[in-house]
């Protein structure tokens, strides 16, 4: 079955031999060539307007403190058990 599959696929086409320059470019038209695509990806991008910046900021502040705070708490809910227990054993 494997057989009759390679003998019902179409013939491989020639393959041309392309002669390619195996000198690579120089540091500065590699530098300038990345430079250019960078401008040209960052034309591309939606950039936020200051109230939105300004609402993501708040956001991720709020949401830093409140975690701090969380983690706070329980570090000193632990620090209260561990105190305990040595009190208990101590």
């Given at each position: 079955m494997a057989e009759e599959?390679?003998?019902?696929?179409?013939?491989?086409?020639a393959v041309?031999?392309?002669k390619k320059d195996d000198a690579k470019p120089g540091f500065f038209k590699r530098a300038v060539?990345?430079?250019?695509e960078m401008?040209?990806?960052l034309k591309?991008?939606?950039w936020p307007t200051g109230k939105?910046?300004?609402?993501?900021?708040?956001i991720?502040?709020?949401v830093m403190l409140a975690s701090a705070v969380v983690l706070w708490c329980f570090d000193e809910l632990?620090?209260?058990?561990?105190?305990a227990l040595f009190t208990l054993l101590g």
């Open positions: 599959k390679k003998n019902n696929a179409a013939p491989a086409k041309t031999a392309v060539k990345w430079f250019r401008k040209s990806e591309k991008v939606i939105t910046l300004f609402n993501n900021t708040a991720s502040v709020a632990a620090q209260m058990l561990v105190r």
